[in-house]
């Protein structure tokens, strides 16, 4: 049981690590039916339930987390997303008619999960949510949370936009009712002491986002930096800000192998980094200690694995474990 020591080590070292919604690589599989039930030979059954989308590269290192997770225990780990909040919290109906041992799942929208979340609860099952609404996560009846506070997240942009200079900031949603977003164009806004404007695109049509911000930044010549909130769309505003002959400094959140090829190159000033990875895995660790012991972790709050900003000082250590997909 060496390797169960040396996790639950790490799992209670997270809330002082403090380093640091989604598309472009191939995010986990929507598959109908979530959970399979309790594994054989008394091995413990979890289902990871995430609202990433297919070909999703953010939430590819979620489940690569969550997976590892389950190898390195013994757990049998079942990964499911669905990008509808509605398919999704179906998805987690079915992990408790399923009598999984445990629930991990991310809440975009939390009040469309919420029945679905309070009706594992009820059924015994305990519940880890990740990534997004870990405000509303005991209140549901979760025994904890990880992630990154994402107004926290957001003030931490803004406060490295303001450092560069940026006074007149878009910040770009790309995916319309997710609360988390929202917050990180709120958090960015305190720091630079003043509004931001925001734009909303879809995720799933990335052309299309491209063009909506090259008009954004044709209309108002002013705009010096553009803040996306997805690596995907750090891309396309990258390519966006070339197209409308803008000098604007874009900044994103999250990683990918082309934001980390953006950062090295200069089209990308820097990316707030969430470390996924540690949102798949350390749910599964948590779980695990709560089945066989009880316990559990962050005294009620979350268990926080960002922000951390990943810029030309630091992003050729950081490559290669992207490419690894653990970052």
């Known amino acids: 049981m060496a390797a169960p020591k040396r996790l639950l ?3 209670l070292a997270a809330p002082l690590v403090l380093a640091a919604c989604t598309t472009d690589g191939g995010g986990g599989g929507g598959g109908e039916d979530a959970g399979s039930g309790t594994a054989a030979d008394g091995e413990l059954a979890f289902s990871v339930i995430t609202h990433g989308s297919a070909g999703d590269a953010f939430w590819d290192v979620v489940q690569n987390g969550a997976e590892a997770a ?3 225990l013994g757990i049998d780990v079942d990964y499911q997303s669905d990008g509808d909040p ?3 919290a179906q998805l987690i109906d079915a992990a408790v008619n399923s009598d999984v041992d445990g629930i991990v799942v991310s809440m975009a929208n939390p009040d469309a999960l919420q029945e679905s979340i309070e009706g594992a609860v009820e059924a015994g099952i305990p519940v880890v949510t990740i990534n997004s609404g870990g405000e509303r996560s005991a209140e549901f009846g979760a025994i904890g949370h990880v992630g990154q506070d994402e107004r926290i997240a957001g003030q931490g942009a803004g406060q490295r936009l303001a450092e560069n200079g940026a006074e007149n900031v878009v910040c770009v949603i790309h995916e319309a ?3 988390g977003l929202e917050q990180r164009c709120a958090g960015a806004a305190e ?3 003043g509004d931001i404007s925001t734009v909303q695109v879809d995720i799933n049509d990335l052309q ?3 063009s909506t911000i090259t008009s954004q930044l044709q209309t108002d010549p002013t705009i010096d930096a553009v803040l996306t909130l997805n690596s995907a769309v750090a891309a396309v505003a990258s390519d966006a800000a070339a197209d409308a002959g803008s000098d604007a400094q874009v900044a994103t959140f999250d990683l990918n192998e082309d ?3 953006g950062i090295q190159s200069g089209d990308i000033a820097f990316a707030v980094d969430q470390q996924q990875y540690e949102q798949g895995y350390l749910p599964v660790v948590m ?3 709560y089945a066989e012991n009880l316990n559990t972790v962050g005294g009620g709050r979350p268990v926080l694995t960002g922000p951390g900003i990943v810029d030309a000082d630091n992003v050729d250590a950081i490559a290669d474990l992207a490419s690894a997909g653990t970052r």
């Open 9 to 11: 080590a790490l799992v």
């Open 70 to 72: 389950g190898e390195d």
């Open 86 to 88: 509605q398919r999704q």
């Open 177 to 179: 009712g997710n609360i």
């Open 191 to 193: 720091a630079l002491g």
């Open 208 to 210: 299309g986002a491209q």
């Open 259 to 261: 934001v980390i090829g």
């Open 287 to 289: 779980l695990q200690l």
